[in-house]
């Protein structure tokens, strides 16, 4: 097994204590230039895997071995596999996003903190790692270079939830990722001028009978694919907060947008993720 670890020095040195025999342990190449450092650990682990076949996973997920067979068979059909993430445990910081995960249930997928992927689909040159949305980024770079991507809503993987100030840094850099999706930045736009002006006219049954549709959009979402077993029925009534706070801050991601892009990791990043088009186009000049 093949770990990219991008960690601290000295969290680095514990991991590879803790680590058997079995593992591989290297460090994130650092001749990479990438401005969003989540993609050089991937690409650093693409290089150097060996087999086709690899998991891609964020350092707080945890996958089963059944789990895992799965997702391999599952390559068998498809040249991506983003499986679904529930929390455990559940603070208020995992019950609030859940109910965000809970309305892409709803569309058909949510994007995952991992993938399992055909390494020779993105071998030639991996994917832009100057972009936000990196997720996003891969599975249009699969779709351009004619992959398909699988989205099985009940291959249900186990993530951890993040600490209260990393949940807080995220919420406006969240929503710049919807500027790479037309129709949820649209959506996204028109949340808070449409809630503005019930309130203004005082249409307060108007106003909870749209919040009570989110609300069952996102049980809708909660039952797909056997969701129930994992995902708290109270994250659905969190739904119409969370799509408030999402059509507040897309404005704010907006504002940084026309500045130039959204300040991550000491740096600015303007792209949130390239269109399928665009990537298809790069393909075919290559």
Not at 107 to 114: C, K, N, Q, S, V
Not at 173 to 182: C, G, K, M, N, V
Not at 228 to 242: D, E, I, K, N, Q
Not at 251 to 263: Q, T, Y
Request: aromatic content about 8%; some cysteine.
């Amino acid at each position: 097994m093949l770990v990219v670890d991008g960690s601290a020095p000295d969290v680095y040195a514990s991991n590879a204590t803790a680590f058997d025999a079995g593992v591989r342990h290297i460090p994130v190449d650092a001749t990479r230039r990438c401005a969003n450092g989540k993609v050089a650990g991937v690409l650093t682990g693409l290089d150097l895997a060996k087999n086709d076949l690899a998991v891609l996973g964020d350092d707080d997920v945890r996958w089963t071995g059944d789990q895992l067979d799965r997702a391999i068979r599952l390559l068998d059909t498809y040249d991506l596999v983003a499986p679904a993430n529930y929390y455990d445990p559940t603070p208020w910081v995992a019950v609030y996003d859940t109910a965000r995960q809970l309305l892409h249930r709803a569309l058909g997928r949510d994007f995952p903190g991992t993938f399992a992927l055909r390494r020779r689909i993105v071998a030639d040159g991996g994917y832009d790692c100057g972009v936000l949305f990196e997720n996003l980024e891969l599975v249009r770079t699969v779709e351009a270079h004619g992959g398909s991507v699988g989205w099985p809503l009940d291959l249900l993987v186990l993530r951890r939830p993040c600490s209260i100030q990393h949940f807080l840094g995220q919420r406006v850099r969240q929503s710049y990722d919807e500027l790479a999706r037309p129709a949820h930045l649209i959506a996204s736009l028109a949340v808070l001028p449409a809630v503005t002006g019930l309130v203004v006219r005082r249409r307060g049954k108007v106003l909870a009978g749209a919040a009570g549709v989110v609300v069952a959009w996102a049980e809708f979402g909660r039952r797909r694919g056997g969701g129930r077993r994992v995902f708290p029925t109270y994250a659905s009534l969190l739904a119409p907060l969370w799509a408030l706070e999402r059509g507040t801050c897309i404005w704010v991601a907006l504002w940084w947008r026309l500045r130039g892009g959204i300040p991550y990791a000491g740096t600015r990043l303007r792209v949130a993720a390239h269109s399928t088009a665009s990537l298809r186009r790069r393909c075919s000049s290559q």
